[in-house]
């Protein structure tokens, strides 16, 4: 199906790694991508393709996939990880697709 | 630095069309490796692609909102534009334009702005 799925909520304690999940048909084909997004700001990509991360994006955040599922991994979270992130990618026919989006708590 | 910028009303009434420009600075619009995008979140919840054109003038539309959307393209302006058309309360959303490479994703965003859709 040309959906992407995420948990609504993830919590994670300062300085731990916390694992975001994203699933769906169409990550077995097509790569996805991660954004970040805080109160009233724009998304912003943090993740792409295997691996990879636009200039100036944390080394602490990291992409990985399986199967139909994309990981972002945030490795020694910091308070100003706090955020809602969503993942993006693309189905068969070329339509873009967002997952609903998970919020992330830094305890 | 690529720099995207939305523009347009506000306030739209209800059953009207809702007209947004997006105006795209320090790149070129007329690339092949690029699409640009439309993207809305209405408020508290989450991203909506809307569609995309690529500078040859290709588009893809989300099927939800295919019939209500046109996005064209103007490459001597480095503007591409977004019209929805029959609009109604729930089309009120902050409304973003995207630049969209290929293997990427969207690399770069305006700062969105938010359309109400009101009487």
Known sequence: ?107 | QVQLQESGPGLVMPSETLSLTCTVSGGSVSSGSYYWSWIRQPPGKGLEWIGSIHYRGRTIYNPSLQSRVTILIDTSKSQFSLQLSSVTTTDTAVYYCARDVSQVGLDFWGQGTLVTVSS
Do not use: M
Not at chain 1, 92 to 101: A, C, I
């Open chain 1, 1 to 107: 199906s040309s959906e992407l799925t995420q948990d609504p909520a993830v919590s994670v304690a300062l300085g731990q790694t916390v694992r975001i999940r994203c699933q769906g048909d169409s990550l077995r084909t097509y790569y996805g991508s991660w954004y970040q997004q805080k109160p009233g700001q724009a998304p912003l990509l943090v993740v792409f393709g295997e691996n990879n991360r636009p200039s100036g994006i944390p080394d602490r955040f990291s992409g990985s996939n399986s199967g139909d599922t994309s990981f972002l991994t945030i490795t020694g979270s910091q308070a100003e990880d706090e955020a809602d992130y969503y993942c993006h990618s693309r189905d068969s026919r070329g339509d873009r697709l967002f997952g609903e989006g998970t919020r992330l708590t830094v305890l």
